[in-house]
């Protein structure tokens, strides 16, 4: 019975003093631990970059984060890299041809428009976005704004 409670009090008691201070197995054990807990948060922070940068699609980035979070990395993980859209989105976009023609990319449908075009002639979407530095609108295909030269980060 009393060394049960003892046990129990043992485990409230954790602290950075206790943590240096152990030896042995138990150092082991703490630094796996901390471990783990750098490779799930890590791991979170790279699933949620990557599936913001492939897709737009709110379910599957919150499906992704889902994978990893509720389901832990090691079974997480493996799920996203064959579930994840294969290419970036930006990659998806003909931009650069597109540039040069004069044309922008509808990033919705994919369908080329002329670059004074405010919406999609074919789906209306919005085909442009404010500069974050300069706040004039430039193509959202653009790599950077074509007006003050910021990056295009989304
Ligand atoms: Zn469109
Ligand atoms: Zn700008």
Not at 54 to 79: A, C, D, E, H, M
Not at 87 to 92: H, M
């Amino acid at each position: 019975m009393t060394e049960s409670v003892g046990i129990v009090v043992n485990k409230s008691t954790w602290s950075f003093e206790n943590f240096f201070a152990a030896q042995g197995m138990s150092l082991v054990i703490n630094i796996a631990m901390i471990v783990i807990i750098l490779f799930r948060v890590l791991t979170i922070i790279g699933v949620a970059k990557d599936i913001i940068a492939r897709t737009n699609k709110l379910w599957l980035q919150i499906f992704s984060l889902f994978l990893v979070t509720i389901l832990s990395p090691v079974i997480g993980l493996p799920i996203y890299l064959v579930i994840r859209p294969v290419g970036y989105k930006r990659d998806r976009l003909p931009w650069r041809e597109a540039a040069v023609m004069n044309l922008v990319v509808c990033y919705n449908c994919g369908t080329l428009n002329p670059k004074d075009h405010e919406c999609c002639l074919a789906c209306g979407e919005t085909l442009k976005i404010k500069c974050k530095q300069c706040n004039k609108n430039y193509p959202h295909s653009y790599g950077y704004c074509s007006h003050c030269g910021a990056p295009n980060i989304e």
